[in-house]
């Protein structure tokens, strides 16, 4: 069984993937809403989880307003949304096929 393919980018693809300078991009590292691997800018690696982040985290920047403390903790509850959201589901299920039996 093959594990799944993992896509990494350089901070030169990452730009180019998120429409982001790397000034935007290290600013978002720095407040903690992206984790690349690599210790500087140059080494990072970025995950296409991350060009996915990057690209919400710009757009709630830019479309409400928020400096990156509230970037950061708008992403943080859209998640905790997501993941209640899944348990809700998951319980419904489980509570459905309860009630037939």
């Known amino acids: 069984m093959s594990s799944p393919l993992i896509v990494e980018l350089s901070m030169t693809e990452f730009c180019e993937a998120t429409d982001l300078s ?3 991009v290290i600013e ?3 407040h903690g809403i992206l984790e690349p691997q690599g210790s500087v800018p140059k080494d990072w690696r970025f ?3 991350e060009l996915t982040l990057a690209k919400r985290a710009a757009k709630l920047r830019h479309d409400l307003e928020l400096d990156w403390e509230g970037v950061a903790l708008a992403l943080d509850l859209l ?3 997501q993941l209640l959201r899944a348990e809700n589901r998951m319980l419904k299920q489980r509570l459905g096929r309860l009630v037939v039996e």
């Open 28 to 30: 978002i590292v720095e």
């Open 22 to 24: 790397d000034v935007y």
């Open 47 to 49: 995950t296409d989880y």
């Open 79 to 81: 998640e905790e949304v």
